[in-house]
């Protein structure tokens, strides 16, 4: 039986912890999160080659990584994003195929915001774009990350856009206020399975 690998993905601050929370909590789904693949791919050598690149202005008073520092440099500049992609992704794919291999043949959930942009569409056999209103998800970023309101469009604006995802997408889950309107889409999007498992 092949395993069902149900991607995850969608702009900043769409609801996507939510849609993965509940799969984990209500129906027991192990979540793979790249977020966190991410923040342990910054140790050690590559740690270092961002040292190397920016320097102390990347630091706390500590001397430690300050994420919000080195997020200020890449989202301002395509050059300095695309730099760290390619040094973070390569390990964030080794980690997801890695786990989900080791809990094969269960049904495991990836939650990759930058599913398309990192082209790892094919470590997963179905993807779900969690998407919401663009006022709204403006809104969540500015309060979730205490952002200006400019440093929310250009988080934003880094990414596809939602329209593209959804185009694109096996499953479109939009996420209004309503909870409960939200879960049900969740539901029916997991016992509609889109694999030809």
């Known amino acids: 039986m092949k395993q069902r690998i149900i991607g995850i993905t969608g702009g900043i601050a769409t609801g996507k912890t939510m849609v993965s929370d509940y799969l ?6 192990p979540i793979l999160d790249a977020d966190l693949y991410a923040r342990e791919a910054l140790t050690s050598d590559r740690l270092l080659k961002v040292k190397d690149r920016y320097g102390k202005i990347i630091l706390d008073e500590q001397g430690n990584l300050d994420r919000r520092k080195l997020g200020a440099i890449v989202f301002e500049s395509d050059c300095d994003r695309k730099w760290l992609e390619t040094l973070i992704h390569p390990y964030v794919q080794e980690c997801l195929v890695s786990e989900a291999t080791r809990l ?36 969540r970023l500015i309060n979730r990350n205490h952002l200006s309101k400019n440093e929310a469009i250009q988080r934003i604006s880094s990414q596809m856009s939602q329209s593209e995802k959804i185009e694109i997408a096996d499953v479109v889950i939009i996420n209004s206020d309503n909870t409960e309107e939200l879960f049900f889409q969740v539901d029916k999007a997991l016992l509609n399975c889109t694999t030809n498992a």
Request: proline share 5%; glycine share 2%.
């Open 24 to 29: 984990h909590h209500t129906y027991g789904l």
């Open 104 to 139: 094969a043949p269960s049904t495991v959930v990836m939650v990759i915001p930058l599913l398309f942009e990192a082209k790892m569409e094919n470590l997963v056999t179905e993807v779900w774009a969690i998407a919401c209103d663009s006022q709204q998800q403006m809104q």
